[in-house]
């Protein structure tokens, strides 16, 4: 495989799978006290080894540690800045697949004073991932759009932030502070997960933030300012990347619509090396929008869906890149699923092997696209 010199890889995937069994028990355990914080602690240690494994196995130079210590893919780091709280939800998620609608009432997070960085959040866990790697350990974190995208000014305390562009630049200087940490433990694979930017493509989307007060029209331009902020002394030898996720829980989703609305402010202006992308189904839209791209980005395509166990065929997917090449250079252009397997815990109605097929179709069909 022609490979990259810096992340994104050729073949590279999102970054949370498939919980094993014993994993979700053990957490079930620890939950009702049958076994300690540390024996849950050994036992993702164990399954962590594993799935790096199987993973290094494949061919894939980008590992994760699966999310296997996480619930969800945000909110677990979210509750961990400085000044939130966790309070009991009160918007309710409509998610949708083939048939019908899935509905939830996730919690919510509220911010009750200054946001500030206790700590480096999911340090230890970094750590861990990359003395047990020997190819290069990713870790993925929700973008500090995710702290506001959901509730908007709501979860905001007014005697704490009584001008909202105060959170927005203490928000960005928490991220600047963690990337700051995480590159002193040696990370150079960062991946901010995002779905505002993939959400506000869709007319409804925007609505339901016209309806919070916010500017719909305009609140990927706010994002995007914010992450500029966060990443702007970013270190030398750490990449960045961004996710766009149109969700993903339990193989439904939320949002619709190409990448139009956005394209060209998240192409020419996001700060970020490079953007994982769903295109698994014309949902997603047209490749069109990658006419914005500059050069110097990296754009790792989502063709194959983790929403269902079918695989895709390989030489679909090789025309899809060539569609896709027609408005960015195949030389910028990278491979992987489309989101990740097990974006909460629940995970995505398809087996593990069904998973590890799909990053197998992966790393193969970008050995056979980017050849020597």
């Known amino acids: 495989m022609v490979q990259t010199k810096t992340p994104p890889f050729r073949a590279d995937h999102v970054g949370s799978l498939l919980r094993p069994p014993e994993l ?10 049958r076994i300690s914080q540390a024996d849950l602690r050994r036992i993702e240690d164990q399954a962590i080894r594993e799935v790096v494994k199987q993973q290094e196995d494949l061919g894939l130079e980008g590992i994760t ?28 998620a409509q998610f949708r697949n083939e048939q019908g609608v899935i509905e939830f009432t996730p919690a919510s997070l509220q911010i009750q ?37 959901r509730s908007g000014r709501a979860a905001i305390d007014p005697a704490i932030y009584p001008d909202v562009e105060e959170f927005w630049h203490d928000l960005a200087q928490v991220y600047a502070r963690q990337i700051a940490e995480l590159a002193k433990l040696g990370c ?9 930017l993939a959400y506000l493509n869709d007319p409804a989307q925007r609505e339901v933030v016209n309806k919070m007060g916010e500017d719909g029209e305009h609140a990927h331009i706010r994002h995007i300012r914010t992450i500029n902020e966060a990443v702007a002394n970013k270190p ?93 250079p195949l030389d910028q252009i990278c491979l992987s699923p489309q989101c990740g397997f ?26 056979e696209v980017w050849r020597d």
Request: aromatic content about 10%.
């Open 342 to 367: 097990s974006s909460t815990s629940e995970g995505n109605a398809l087996t593990v092997d069904q998973q590890f097929q799909k990053l197998r179709l992966v790393v193969e069909t970008a050995r």
């Open 188 to 196: 150079t694979y960062l991946q901010l997960d995002d779905i505002s």
């Open 24 to 33: 979700l028990q053990a957490r079930e355990d620890e939950k009702n006290g």
């Open 236 to 328: 030398a030898g750490l990449s960045i990347c961004t996710h766009l996720c149109r969700g993903n829980f339990r193989s439904s989703w939320a949002a619709s619509g190409g990448y139009d609305h956005v394209a060209e402010a998240l192409f020419g202006e996001l700060r970020v090396d490079g953007y994982f992308l769903e295109f698994d189904d014309a949902r997603s839209g047209t490749f069109a929008p990658l006419r914005f791209v500059p050069k110097g980005k990296k754009v790792v395509l989502g063709l194959l869906t983790s929403k269902r166990g079918e695989l895709e065929k390989k030489d679909d997917v090789k025309r899809r890149i060539d569609e896709a090449a027609k408005y960015v």
């Open 113 to 149: 004073s200054k946001l500030r960085l206790d700590k480096c959040i999911f340090g230890q866990d970094f750590a861990f991932l990359k003395s047990v790697a020997h190819a290069t350990p990713k870790l993925t974190i929700p973008s500090p759009s995710m702290m506001h995208y």
């Open 65 to 92: 540690d699966g999310e296997f210590r996480r619930a969800s893919w945000h909110m677990d780091f979210l509750y961990q800045v400085g000044g939130t709280a966790k309070v009991q939800g009160n918007q309710k």
